[in-house]
Nanobody
Framework: QVQFVESGGGLVQPGGSLRLSCAAP????????IGWFRQSPGKPREAVSC????????FYADSVKGRFTVSRDSAKNTVHLQMNNLKSEDTAVYYC?????????????????????WGQGTQVTVSS
């Protein structure tokens, strides 16, 4: 059973930064678009970002555009989410997952049903 591993979360003050990492032990990320998602208590899971494989196409939710940057390190089989200028509303558990249907992100949005291999998530708390 493939399960991604997210790391890098923590407690940070508003305006601060964190860099999340997504690893996939025993699973090659090449060939798949990789998405980042988040979920806060009482709210549905929402898509945050997506990075394509061998294509510059990416997706960012409007709420994180200009603050978050997604990247992938093929040599290390890892995907990162750099989060800057964090706000309290960014507080959530962050997850990564693979799009099993495409290698290129849809710039218009994310279809969550296309994603699988969810990890346990990493908690991000933005608070003073």
């Amino acid at each position: 059973q493939v399960q991604f591993v997210e790391s890098g979360g923590g407690l940070v003050q508003p305006g601060g930064s964190l860099r999340l990492s997504c690893a996939a032990p025993g699973f090659a990320l090449n060939g798949y678009a990789i998405g980042w998602f988040r979920q806060s208590p009482g709210k549905p899971r929402e898509a945050v970002s997506c990075v394509s494989d061998n294509d510059p196409s990416t997706f960012y939710a409007d709420s994180v555009k200009g603050r978050f940057t997604v990247s992938r390190d093929s040599a290390k089989n890892t995907v990162h989410l750099q989060m800057n200028n964090l706000k309290s509303e960014d507080t959530a558990v962050y997850y990564c997952a693979a799009n099993l249907m495409r290698s290129r992100c849809l710039v218009s949005g994310v279809r969550q049903y296309e994603y699988d291999y969810w990890g346990q998530g990493t908690q991000v708390t933005v608070s003073s």
